[in-house]
């Protein structure tokens, strides 16, 4: 994830990650990580699955630059809705050509902010269905880089999008994620599951951090993460938590006594 992450910062590199996995894999982890990997002086706007269920076009690209923290907006509205039959323009090229604009007048002021991230989290509990905002998957479509074969749309060359999403929902419901024709990276946590071999290399590395010459058996810590994930499995559903969660923890304890 990291790799993929310092690679998108290249002009010419891919512009979109797809992090998907099943339910407790560690998706939403993937924000801690982003972040991590950016450090502070990048910004990082995030839109839970609840703002993307209810935010319109209008409040999604005022809260966008806001959380970017873009300035220089004074006097330079944001385009108002048309009429019912330019829709379609105002969000192909009317919004992303506003939001182009802020964001080259905020890098002239802040080159090092950039390119700047996006998180869209899709990511609703089990039982639950998502559902896009009216006009917002077709607004998120454009802003990423999708467009007609007559149309050139509105390049952003400033951001970079990471999307979270269910296994299930980006395979058996692919309009879902409005990236259709668009470069992207891809990480499936679905195929990255062998949670001991983790633990035992997190603990073997964390080990050593505090202690170069420290090593400790495989076998051992093996077994230190089997033991872990059985007693989270023993307890009542409402308290279990992820495997990742789980060992995570477990490792903290460990290095702390």
């Known amino acids: 994830f990291r790799e993929m992450v310092t690679q998108m910062s290249a002009p010419d590199a891919e512009r979109v990650l797809v992090v998907t996995g099943p339910p407790e894999s560690g998706l939403n982890f993937s924000v801690k990580l982003l972040r991590r990997t950016l ?43 048309p009429s019912t039959e330019n829709v379609p323009r105002w969000l192909r090229l009317d919004l992303p050509r506003w939001l182009l604009d802020a964001l080259n007048r905020d890098q002239k002021l802040n080159k090092t902010k950039y390119p700047a991230w996006v998180v869209i989290n899709t990511v609703v509990p089990k039982d639950a269905n998502f559902l896009w905002a009216e006009h917002l998957r077709d607004l998120i479509a454009s802003l990423v880089g999708v467009h007609d074969a007559d149309s050139p749309g509105t390049d952003l060359p400033q951001l970079r999008w990471l ?10 419901n692919p309009v879902m994620l409005p990236l259709g024709g668009v470069r992207q990276l891809v990480e499936d946590l679905k195929a990255d599951a062998d949670y001991v ?54 490792v903290r304890q460990l290095v702390a006594s």
């Open 39 to 81: 450090g502070r002086n990048v910004p990082v706007a995030i839109f839970s699955p609840q703002q993307l269920q209810e935010m319109k076009p209008p409040a999604f690209m005022s809260a966008l630059v806001e959380n970017l923290g873009v300035v220089g907006l004074s006097g330079h509205e944001l385009p108002k809705l």
């Open 197 to 250: 071999a983790e633990f035992t290399e997190c603990l073997q590395r964390a080990w050593r951090s505090v202690d170069k010459e420290a090593a400790m058996a495989d076998s051992l810590l093996r077994n230190l993460a089997l033991y872990a994930l059985q007693v989270n499995k023993s307890l009542p559903p409402e308290q279990r938590l992820p495997p990742r969660k789980v060992l995570a923890n477990f």
């Open 163 to 172: 999307f979270l999403a269910k296994a299930a929902d980006a395979t058996t």
